[in-house]
Each structure stands twice: as structure tokens, then as C-alpha cells.
Nanobody, 114 residues
């Protein structure tokens, strides 16, 4: 199982980024996927999740600004981030659970700064 994130970078406050997480080694369409983030000195937190059927949920801090989606044909999950704030600065990871085991990507850095 491999998860590879991309799309991070430096963006000004109010800007947008779209993160991608490409997966391999799993039957992607049947698994829930999640995006998490970890800021320096803080615990990793869940940002958004999407079930195999497409239902979604979000952390209160990102509701209305972030959108999680999936493309089962591409085995990829996305995180569209709009209205970015400095407090969104973190390393963003995608995760799935297969056979009761957590699988994580390597992370992609998002920095929101003027």
C-alpha cells in the first residue's frame, strides 16, 4: 500500500491550494480516506474524511473553506483548500485503514504566509 501526497507549497493568506493523494496497492474505491495535518509543536489532527460512498465530514476549523473529494478511476483523493489562513500552516498527510492497519503518506508542507 502506498500513499503519495502532492500539491503543497507557499501561499498568501486568502489563497488556495489543491492537495492530491495518489494511492496504489489497494482497491481504492472501497476504503474511506482522510486528510490530517500536523503543525510544529502540535498533535496531528484530522481535517477531513470521505467515505467509500462519498459522504464527508470536516473539522470545525475548516468547514466552509476546505472540500475533500475522491476520483475512484484515478485512485486519488483531493483536498481543495480555499481561504487559507496562517493557522492552516502544517504538514498535510493522507491516511487510510486497510485490514485494521493505518497507512500514511509522507506528507506535503503547506505554508500560509505573506
Amino acid at each position: 500500500v502506498q500513499l503519495v501526497e502532492s500539491g503543497g507549497g507557499l501561499v498568501q493568506p486568502g489563497g488556495s491550494l489543491r492537495l492530491s493523494c495518489a494511492t496504489s496497492g489497494i482497491m481504492f474505491s472501497i476504503y474511506a480516506m482522510g486528510w490530517y495535518r500536523q503543525a510544529p509543536g502540535k498533535q496531528r489532527e484530522r481535517v477531513a474524511a470521505i467515505a467509500s460512498g462519498g459522504s464527508t465530514n470536516y473539522a470545525d476549523s475548516v468547514k466552509g473553506r476546505f472540500t475533500i473529494s475522491r476520483d475512484n478511476a484515478k485512485n486519488t483523493v483531493y483536498l481543495q483548500m480555499n481561504g487559507l489562513k496562517p493557522e492552516d500552516t502544517a504538514v498535510y498527510y493522507c491516511k487510510t485503514i486497510v485490514n485494521f492497519r493505518d497507512y500514511w503518506g509522507q506528507g506535503t508542507q503547506v505554508t500560509v504566509s505573506s
